[in-house]
């Protein structure tokens, strides 16, 4: 026994010195964008680097510090390609005043941007002599991120269709457009769509559906034929102050502006703010990222790296549109950091040919995301097994799909087993006319688990799922849905599979103003394994709040003791009438409102 204890003094002996011998050799480094130098040290601040690119030039050691002068800018990307170690991670970090605002790297365009007047049309300027080649993906009008307006060309349509309108695809490809402008002379109709795609998207054989509401304020729908294939660009297809597009023949940004913008719009010529490629053991917190084209915050390949306090704010349309990206990239955290304004997705976890596994999403906050808000994917059912036991938790989602039609503040596509969502918070997603859930779990993903989650004043549902063998339970559904289409606090629909052995229990769900609480839709042709409801608690002013229906829409809905009937299940479950509760519509009080 004493041999035994002596070799593990010595062995802890050696770990301290070496883990100490290891300490000893860290080095920090300075970056001040505005009195430092390149040709500087870098390892004080009176001998700070000045640019970004001394980053990717330089190779750092476990245990290195990089630190970003307080209150400073820089119009550069930052491309890491160092690793620290488990024991000794690199850090990047903020230093100086605290009473300055944080590090801040910025993908726009330094200097002003050259506009003219487009000849014969009001209000239509166009870059003129400013050397940009390629589509920015993101330009901000007065300080505010704006999505890029494409036009379709019908041949005919079966109906006047309205601005706010959602034109589809769905024969082989799914795609859809939100109609922001309407000629009826030309049959041009323009708007904002995230299907770009030539090859796939768009396709004058396939048609287009219409969807708009009506003047009682539901859906109705009617068939369009495009006259060519494929998106334009059209002037007149701008119609609003800060709607834009990129003319690739011209090389030219053309703009609706109420005066000329040469002081008060900025374009994205940088794609991506922070980039770690194949990099592991990092630790990059209390920056902020802005302005870019592509994605703010990119890990390919990454590994055990931690992104703590990162503010993102306005990315724009191209390549992965996404504000935080983990691609490829297994056992990192994205943790404390807020993302404002993505013009599609906030944070996402995606692979397509390595794993991306044990992540961690926790305690961020995602505002105005145009499409979903944190998002898990692959790009088929048989790559889903590489996204697998990731955990979004603790997040606050507000004002998700601001410019999505079909989505959900936290969405799934193509995933693998073992993720979990829990504790989020989701609120105010979609429009009348943009469908959005709290949760949407679409086609191709392994159960899941969704717990104690509060989903509120969504417009499509609470929680909308497909798939088999998901638990959802303890979860707080609140007022979601809207009247214009079939929705309720919690939706089943089937894609590939009709959703099958899900578990529903210990969920509170209220809708306040006559929404509804559990719609159950299948394909009469394919099987489907009961789904288990029980121990769930109920809240309603609609008399007919639930629906299980054997096609893809509501056929009839009923009342709570003929749900139980027909479904066999709910039988330890609780149902409130709120119809008699006095005050304003929309107004929950007493023991069922939990969600306050």
Same mark, same amino acid.
């Given at each position: 026994?004493?041999?035994?204890?002596?070799?593990?003094?010595?062995?802890?002996?050696?770990?301290?010195?070496?883990?100490?011998?290891?300490?000893?050799?860290?080095?920090?480094?300075?970056?001040?964008?505005?009195?430092?130098?390149?040709?500087?040290?870098?390892?004080?601040?009176?001998?700070?680097?000045?640019?970004?690119?001394?980053?990717?030039?330089?190779?750092?050691?476990?245990?290195?510090?990089?630190?970003?002068?307080?209150?400073?800018?820089?119009?550069?990307?930052?491309?890491?390609?160092?690793?620290? @170690?488990?024991?000794?991670?690199?850090?990047?970090?903020?230093?100086?005043?605290?009473?300055?605002?944080?590090?801040?790297?910025?993908?726009?365009?330094?200097?002003?941007?050259?506009?003219?007047?487009?000849?014969?049309?009001?209000?239509?300027?166009?870059?003129?002599?400013?050397?940009?080649?390629? %589509?920015?993906?993101?330009?901000?009008?007065?300080?505010?991120?704006?999505?890029?307006?494409?036009?379709?060309?019908?041949?005919?349509?079966?109906?006047?269709?309205?601005?706010?309108?959602?034109?589809?695809?769905?024969?082989?490809?799914?795609?859809?457009?939100?109609?922001?402008?309407?000629?009826?002379?030309?049959?041009?109709?323009?708007?904002?769509?995230?299907?770009?795609?030539?090859?796939?998207?768009?396709?004058?054989?396939?048609?287009?559906?219409?969807?708009?509401?009506?003047?009682?304020?539901?859906?109705?729908?009617?068939?369009?034929?495009?006259?060519?294939?494929? &998106?334009?660009?059209?002037?007149?297809?701008?119609?609003?102050?800060?709607?834009?597009?990129?003319?690739?023949?011209?090389?030219?940004?053309? &703009?609706?502006?109420?005066?000329?913008?040469?002081?008060?719009?900025?374009?994205?010529?940088?794609?991506?703010?922070?980039?770690?490629?194949?990099?592991?053991?990092?630790?990059?917190?209390?920056?902020?990222?802005?302005?870019?084209?592509?994605?703010?915050?990119?890990?390919?390949?990454?590994?055990?790296?931690?992104?703590?306090?990162?503010?993102?704010?306005?990315?724009?349309?191209?390549?992965?549109?996404?504000?935080?990206?983990?691609?490829?990239?297994?056992?990192?955290?994205?943790?404390?950091?807020?993302?404002?304004?993505?013009?599609?997705?906030?944070?996402?976890?995606?692979?397509?040919?390595?794993?991306?596994?044990?992540?961690?999403?926790?305690?961020?906050?995602?505002?105005?995301?145009?499409?979903?808000? /944190?998002?898990?994917?692959?790009?088929?059912?048989?790559?889903?097994?590489?996204?697998?036991?990731?955990?979004?938790?603790?997040?606050?989602?507000?004002?998700?799909?601001?410019?999505?039609?079909?989505?959900?503040?936290?969405?799934?596509?193509?995933?693998?087993?073992?993720?979990? &969502?829990? %504790?989020?918070?989701?609120?105010?997603?979609?429009?009348? !006319?943009?469908?959005?859930?709290?949760?949407?779990?679409?086609?191709?993903?392994?159960?899941?688990?969704?717990?104690?989650?509060?989903?509120?004043?969504? @417009?499509?549902?609470?929680?909308?799922?497909?798939?088999?063998?998901?638990?959802? %339970?303890?979860?707080?559904?609140?007022? *979601?849905?809207?009247?214009?289409?079939?929705?309720?606090?919690?939706?089943?629909?089937?894609?590939?599979?009709?959703? !099958?052995?899900?578990?529903?229990?210990?969920?509170?769900?209220?809708?306040?103003?006559?929404?509804?609480?559990?719609?159950?839709?299948?394909?009469?042709?394919?099987?489907?394994?009961?789904?288990?409801?029980?121990? *769930?608690?109920?809240?309603?002013?609609?008399?007919?709040?639930?629906?299980?229906?054997?096609? %893809?829409?509501?056929?009839?809905?009923?009342?709570?003791?003929?749900?139980?009937?027909?479904?066999?299940?709910? @039988?330890?479950? /609780?149902?409130?009438?709120?119809?008699?509760?006095?005050?304003?519509?929309?107004?929950?009080?007493?023991? &069922? !409102?939990?969600?306050?």
């Amino acid at each position: 026994m004493r041999g035994t204890t002596g070799l593990a003094i010595a062995l802890a002996t050696l770990i301290f010195w070496l883990v100490t011998v290891q300490r000893g050799r860290t080095t920090i480094y300075y970056l001040d964008s505005g009195g430092g130098s390149d040709a500087a040290a870098g390892t004080s601040e009176a001998t700070a680097w000045k640019s970004l690119g001394m980053l990717a030039r330089r190779s750092f050691a476990p245990g290195d510090i990089i630190r970003l002068k307080r209150g400073e800018v820089w119009y550069e990307e930052m491309v890491l390609a160092s690793s620290g @170690s488990p024991e000794s991670p690199i850090v990047v970090e903020d230093y100086g005043d605290s009473e300055k605002p944080r590090p801040r790297l910025v993908g726009t365009a330094v200097a002003a941007l050259n506009w003219e007047p487009v000849p014969g049309m009001t209000a239509i300027y166009r870059t003129v002599g400013n050397g940009i080649d390629a %589509e920015p993906g993101l330009l901000l009008h007065r300080d505010l991120p704006r999505p890029p307006i494409a036009t379709l060309f019908l041949a005919s349509a079966k109906g006047v269709i309205s601005r706010g309108a959602v034109a589809l695809q769905l024969e082989n490809s799914y795609c859809n457009m939100q109609v922001t402008a309407v000629d009826g002379a030309s049959n041009r109709i323009s708007g904002i769509t995230f299907f770009r795609d030539p090859q796939r998207h768009w396709q004058a054989d396939d048609g287009v559906e219409i969807r708009q509401a009506d003047v009682h304020g539901r859906e109705t729908s009617f068939t369009a034929a495009l006259a060519t294939s494929g &998106l334009q660009t059209d002037p007149r297809g701008l119609t609003r102050p800060g709607d834009w597009y990129w003319d690739s023949a011209q090389k030219a940004v053309y &703009l609706f502006a109420e005066s000329d913008p040469a002081s008060g719009t900025r374009l994205a010529v940088l794609k991506t703010g922070i980039r770690l490629v194949n990099g592991h053991d990092l630790i990059i917190r209390n920056l902020d990222i802005h302005g870019f084209g592509e994605t703010g915050v990119h890990l390919n390949g990454a590994d055990s790296v931690i992104l703590d306090d990162i503010g993102v704010g306005a990315i724009g349309f191209r390549g992965h549109k996404t504000a935080i990206l983990l691609e490829n990239s297994s056992n990192c955290i994205v943790r404390n950091c807020r993302v404002e304004s993505p013009l599609v997705c906030g944070i996402g976890i995606y692979s397509y040919d390595r794993p991306s596994r044990n992540n961690r999403i926790i305690d961020n906050h995602i505002l105005a995301s145009g499409a979903a808000a /944190v998002i898990l994917n692959t790009d088929s059912r048989e790559t889903a097994s590489l996204v697998t036991d990731n955990t979004i938790a603790a997040n606050v989602v507000e004002g998700a799909n601001s410019l999505a039609y079909d989505s959900g503040g936290i969405y799934a596509l193509n995933i693998g087993p073992g993720n979990i &969502l829990s %504790e989020n918070t989701i609120v105010n997603g979609g429009s009348r !006319s943009l469908r959005s859930a709290g949760i949407m779990i679409d086609g191709g993903v392994s159960p899941m688990v969704i717990r104690s989650n509060i989903a509120e004043n969504n @417009s499509l549902g609470g929680i909308v799922v497909s798939g088999a063998g998901h638990l959802i %339970e303890n979860n707080r559904l609140r007022r *979601n849905g809207v009247s214009a289409w079939d929705s309720a606090q919690l939706v089943f629909f089937p894609v590939i599979d009709n959703p !099958s052995g899900c578990t529903v229990r210990d969920n509170v769900m209220e809708d306040g103003g006559g929404g509804n609480m559990v719609l159950v839709l299948k394909r009469s042709s394919l099987p489907q394994t009961p789904i288990v409801f029980d121990n *769930n608690t109920y809240g309603a002013t609609a008399p007919l709040p639930f629906c299980l229906s054997e096609h %893809e829409y509501c056929d009839r809905w009923v009342d709570f003791s003929t749900w139980k009937l027909l479904t066999g299940q709910d @039988s330890h479950s /609780v149902f409130e009438d709120l119809r008699w509760r006095p005050g304003e519509k929309g107004a929950i009080t007493g023991p &069922l !409102s939990l969600l306050l």
